[in-house]
């Protein structure tokens, strides 16, 4: 199915680059008053609206003048854990070592017993509230590494949560065997 969108303000991240490299990464191409053709999720071209538009659309759309932007890619996560970290986090910031932030309880051990003692649904439910926010903030593929399980179980455990954040929601997610 052909989609067109219309009427758009400033259609940015366009191009016809595959790869950019060293200062060329810089450039963002952009549009303005631009107009953006899909066929199914393929972007299958783009102009400006003074150049006209394309036949053949199924549907059609107006951005009435907003900004249609590529979304981001998280290529490097650990969304799923257990519990909360944030305690770590505020000694980090107040210059605790990794060493004095263990010795109060946190760091990977206690994230790894965590995990362990969490069940794979609740594990589920706390990681996909983090990927929709990561969602709502732009990104739209997001890969997600294991590694708090530190036993097979447990890892077999977080590659399952993953695979279900993945038939869950529309990013594309990829999962990394840390």
Not at 6 to 27: F, H, N, P, Q, Y
Not at 155 to 165: D, F, G, H, N, S
Request: proline share 2%.
């Amino acid at each position: 199915m052909k989609t067109l969108v219309t009427d758009i303000g400033l259609l940015a991240g366009i191009g016809t680059d595959v790869r950019k490299e060293g200062a060329a990464m810089s450039e963002v191409g952009v549009l303005k008053d631009a107009w953006l053709l899909m066929d199914g999720d393929l972007i299958a071209g783009f102009g400006t609206m003074a150049g006209g538009l394309p036949s053949g659309a199924d549907e059609c759309w107006s951005a009435a003048g907003r900004m249609v932007i590529p979304a981001f890619c998280d290529s490097h996560t650990h969304a799923v854990w257990a519990g909360s970290r944030e305690r770590e986090f505020e000694d980090k910031i107040r210059g605790l070592s990794y060493a004095e932030i263990a010795a109060n309880g946190g760091g990977i051990l206690n994230s790894a017993d965590l995990l362990h003692n969490t069940s794979e649904d609740e594990l589920f439910e706390q990681s996909i509230e983090r990927v929709r926010e990561m969602m709502a903030a732009g990104s739209g593929a997001i890969e997600i590494k294991s590694g708090y399980g530190l036993s097979t179980d447990d890892e077999l455990k977080m590659l399952r949560v993953i695979r279900r954040i993945r038939e869950t929601v529309p990013a594309v997610v990829k999962s990394t065997f840390l």
